[in-house]
């Protein structure tokens, strides 16, 4: 068919010519299997159209969603040591560590920032779950300490908004050992009388809700989000016993007085701002 091919304008290849389609192009609900286009789910703030499950979003998203439109400072992340207790598992640490970096293009688990909130200025410190499951390091605790004594300079509001599953094994007492460190900073805020507000979202689990994530001074979680110390299915298998329908999830612990409010994504930026100016006795009229 070589002639075939001689023949064929350069202009009509172009046309037949195999196009290549983005690998991000359509997202799948984790939670009824919809495909949504790429663009439909930006425009509602990464929230399924049709069952409304909110699905996980990257740091850098989550501070576009709350923060003013160019008020975002990023804050560098203080450098730890990379593999101190030389872990190896299928794979070593360090390697894990540098696939995880070249794949997500960040440089560990937590995004550290300042903005303004309806202008109000604030500090936020974002877990991004696909950094290794926004797992709890030395990386993490560190920035989110800075994050914190960043907050205490700038005396305004601290938010953390969590999406983790926990302690990072690979590192052992290294990672167990910011759950006390972060919890002593925070002492810190109260002491100042500085605002801080918790934002759980899908998944909050392990040695995070064991310690700061469940310190604040308000507790929001979008809907339907899991939140907990140990998986469901590891609590069933360790009691023997069917858990009530929704254990877990912000609703029942909502319910049970856990936290103090559930709130849709796209009213989270209001709330918070209601919330600040609560906290701090503004005058001015609140956002609704």
């Given amino acids: 068919m070589s002639w075939l091919k001689n023949i064929v304008p350069p202009g009509l290849k172009k046309i037949f010519k195999r196009r290549e389609v983005p690998d991000n192009l359509w997202l799948k609900c984790s939670a009824c ?49 990379k593999d101190p207790l030389k872990f190896k598992d299928q794979k070593r640490y360090i390697d894990r560590l540098k696939e995880t970096r070249s794949k997500t293009n960040k440089k560990d688990s937590i995004l ?22 926004g797992s709890l390091g030395m990386a993490a605790g560190e920035s989110i300490i800075l994050a914190i004594e960043e907050a205490l ?11 983790s599953g926990g302690a990072r094994m690979q590192e052992g007492i290294l990672s167990l050992m910011q759950m006390p460190r972060t ?22 689990t392990g040695g995070v809700t064991a310690s700061y994530a469940m310190l604040g001074d308000i507790h929001i979680a979008e809907p339907k989000a899991l939140i907990g110390f140990a998986g469901p299915r590891v609590i069933e298998n360790t009691i023997n016993e069917n858990l009530p329908e929704g254990f ?31 906290l701090f006795n503004k005058e001015e009229k609140l956002h609704r």
């Fill in 183 to 204: 919890t002593v900073m925070l002492q810190s805020l109260r002491e100042e009388k500085l605002p801080y507000i918790v934002l759980l979202t899908n998944p909050t």
């Fill in 112 to 133: 550290i920032g300042s903005g303004n909130i309806n202008t109000q200025q604030a500090v936020m410190a974002v877990h991004d779950f696909s950094f290794m499951g």
């Fill in 33 to 81: 299997d919809s495909m949504i286009f790429h663009k439909d789910a930006e425009d509602s703030l990464f929230v399924c159209p049709e069952c409304d499950f909110h699905l996980k979003v990257s740091a850098e998203i989550r501070f576009q969603q709350l923060f003013d439109e160019g008020s975002i400072t990023y804050i560098d992340c203080p450098d730890v040591p």
């Fill in 248 to 278: 877990q999830k912000s609703e029942y612990l909502l319910d049970h007085g856990m936290i103090d409010m559930v709130v849709h994504r796209k009213d989270l930026k209001e709330m918070i701002t209601n919330i600040i100016n609560i």
């Fill in 153 to 163: 300079k700038k005396k305004c509001p601290f938010i953390l908004c969590a999406s």
